[in-house]
């Protein structure tokens, strides 16, 4: 069984940065797509981030520009570079993988198999 694993949030606050990671429990899986999702409460789960093999990406509109979406192959891990960070990216953070993914970039998505526990980021004013 796969398990993803997140790491690398916090409190920062207004404007500040951080960097999440997501690293996969066996090595030999390689998804085709994997993509970071965030839930504040009260909301529903969103895409923030994709990832496709070939290095393909797509964001959700409002972060665009703030967030960027990586994969190492070698070391099997996903990050998301977080800048410019607002208070309205506060939520739990989640990572996902799949074989046959869909996300656009209002935030819905479909065909992530594989969930993560998720990593709390919270950035206050």
């Known amino acids: 069984q796969v398990q993803l694993v997140e790491s690398g949030g916090g409190s920062v606050q207004s404007g500040g940065s951080l960097r999440l990671s997501c690293a996969a429990s066996?090595?030999?899986?390689?998804?085709?797509?994997m993509g970071w999702f965030r839930q504040a409460p009260g909301k529903e789960r969103e895409g923030v981030a994709a990832h496709w093999q070939g290095d393909v990406t797509n964001y959700l509109d409002s972060v665009k520009g703030r967030f960027t979406i990586s994969r190492d192959y070698a070391k099997n891990t996903l990050y998301l570079e977080m800048n410019s960070l607002k208070p309205e990216d506060t939520a739990m953070y989640f990572c996902?993988?799949?074989?046959?993914?869909?996300?656009?970039?209002?935030?819905?998505?479909?065909?992530?198999?594989?969930w993560g526990q998720g990593t709390q980021v919270t950035v206050s004013s």
């Open positions: 996902a993988a799949g074989a046959s993914c869909t996300f656009y970039s209002r935030g819905t998505y479909s065909g992530y198999n594989y």
């Open positions: 066996v090595d030999t899986y390689s998804p085709l797509c």
